[in-house]
């Protein structure tokens, strides 16, 4: 006999001394039999799980000697950790290569040549320069009262304590204004950098995705 027929054979041993015992109405192997060949080559039968294989595959057999299932190798606590981050890594990969299907759509919507992605860009920077020029403008008003504050301080340069109160608080908050205009300026132009970064990143990957869906595009 072949090695699946001597397992078979030894299946139906086995129920046929359950039911000679008096345990055909409620046999142990309802559920079916277990069996498996352990570490060492030896093929092992039983009525439940079988403890020298919970490392490998279990097969669960029908009364007929056919498979009904099959039972995987029993997972430790470190194997069970190892794949739980596993398909933890493989959900937050999907997810990952999802949002990034629908970022590029959004953008091709968005942008369907580089001609609206230009004139975007310029807009953009437009407004900033609109916002920077005006700061200048207030920059340069300030700078303005600064000189005729700084004429009348120009009585008291020997001892400015003397100068009327109205006067050094118009000097003080002068300074102030200026320093808060100059930060300001300095912060839109860090915006016209950032801006124009955006878009540089997003025209390479425009480029790429232009060439993929319509080669004509973009150019």
């Not at 027929?5 to 359950?18: D, K, P, S, W």
């Not at 046999?27 to 294989?53: F, H, M, N, Q, S």
């Not at 995705?209 to 004509?216: E, G, Q």
Request: aromatic letters at 4%.
């Amino acid at each position: 006999m072949t090695t699946d027929r001597l397992a078979f054979a030894a299946v139906g041993v086995i129920l046929a001394c359950m039911c000679a015992g008096g345990w055909a109405q409620t046999p142990p192997t309802a559920g079916g039999v277990y069996t498996c060949t352990d570490a060492k080559g030896r093929k092992l039968t039983a009525d439940r799980p079988i403890p020298e294989c919970t490392d490998r595959e279990q097969k669960i057999l029908n009364p007929s000697g056919t498979v009904k299932a099959r039972v995987g190798p029993t997972l430790t606590a470190q194997e069970r950790a190892d794949l739980e981050l596993k398909e933890k890594r493989e959900i937050e990969e999907r997810s990952r290569t999802a949002d990034e299907k629908r970022r590029d759509r959004a953008l091709l919507t968005r942008y369907p040549s580089k001609t609206i992605h230009d004139q975007e860009r310029q807009e953009a920077l437009a407004q900033i320069a609109v916002v920077i020029q005006a700061a200048k403008n207030r920059l340069e008003e300030l700078i303005k009262q600064r000189a005729v504050v700084d004429a009348e301080m120009e009585f008291y340069k020997n001892d400015p304590s003397k100068a009327p109160a109205y006067v050094r608080r118009q000097q003080e908050e002068n300074i102030q204004s200026q320093a808060v205009q100059r930060r300001f300026i300095g912060e839109q132009e860090g915006e016209v950098k950032r801006v124009n970064a955006r878009f540089d990143d997003e025209l390479v990957r425009l480029r790429q995705l232009w060439t993929t869906i319509a080669p004509s595009s973009g150019k």
